[in-house]
């Protein structure tokens, strides 16, 4: 943009000096948050990032459209909720490990297009029912939660490194998640045994289970019955907007 300083005087040049100096200083590889986001690594460093669909470690097989980075971007009060339960995990022994937080629609929107792509099984994620069926039988939403911004997918991590190396899942046991305490399945397994208290599951996982929606409902989180790990923050309104940024 051209200034023709010599049509400007006194404060109007000033101002635009200062407002085209201001702009050459934004820095783009930091995009700013709207709407009362935030970064968990600004709130809380400590509590464990592994975020699945910035990477090839979920059941797409690939890097999720929308998800440029492996950060857990929530709103405020739902970061601001689990720093508190990490203080209290911690007192147990624990750190939270974090999966998945703010989701955009169109990382939904490529979950869609994947169900629809393909009829097989997978003993991983997926045994006992065709992948184009997922939808269908509930276990992948075409609308989330998680893009509203209150939602996170989590479970807990030892602080000592765990020695637990032949836990038998009671379904998708062919990963088993040994950065974890023992949940009975892995994270994101299409499975019933993943409902929440499933009688069939005992033990340790059904114990882990437990301490997990006590920690996380104590500080105001609901555990949704059929994922141990998906929890939203009552902070979240009734008609609360869903969002389409990227994770970055």
Not at 22 to 41: E, G, H, Y
Not at 157 to 182: E, H, I, V
Request: charged share 25%; net charge positive.
């Amino acid at each position: 943009m051209r200034i023709n300083f010599l049509k400007l005087s006194g404060f109007s040049a000033i101002f635009s000096i200062l407002l085209l100096s201001s702009c050459a200083t934004i820095d783009a590889s930091k995009p700013k948050l709207s709407d009362d986001f935030v970064r968990l690594s600004a709130i809380d460093p400590s509590i464990i990032q592994d975020m699945r669909y910035s990477t090839t470690n979920n059941f797409t097989g690939g890097v999720v459209d929308g998800y440029k980075k492996g950060e857990c971007i929530l709103k405020k009060p739902a970061a601001l909720a689990l720093k508190k339960v990490q203080a209290e995990a911690k007192k147990q022994g624990y750190s939270l490990i974090i999966y998945d937080c703010f989701r955009p629609q169109k990382a939904v929107d490529n979950f869609v297009r994947w169900v629809n792509g393909g009829t097989e099984t997978n003993l991983a994620y997926y045994a006992d029912i065709p992948r184009n069926l997922l939808i269908e039988k509930g276990y992948i939403a075409d609308k989330s939660n998680h893009s509203r911004g209150f939602t996170t997918d989590l479970g807990l991590a030892p602080l000592k490194p765990s020695q637990d190396t032949n836990r038998q899942y009671y379904a998708c046991n062919s990963r088993p998640d040994l950065k974890s305490l023992d949940f009975g399945t892995p994270f994101d397994c299409f499975n019933t045994a993943a409902n929440t208290f499933n009688p069939i599951v005992t033990g340790e996982a059904a114990k882990n289970r437990k301490i997990l929606v006590d920690l996380m409902a104590a500080q105001g989180f609901a555990n949704y019955s059929e994922e141990w790990w998906h929890f939203t923050h009552s902070s979240q309104p009734k008609d609360a907007p869903r969002y389409n940024f990227d994770v970055e």
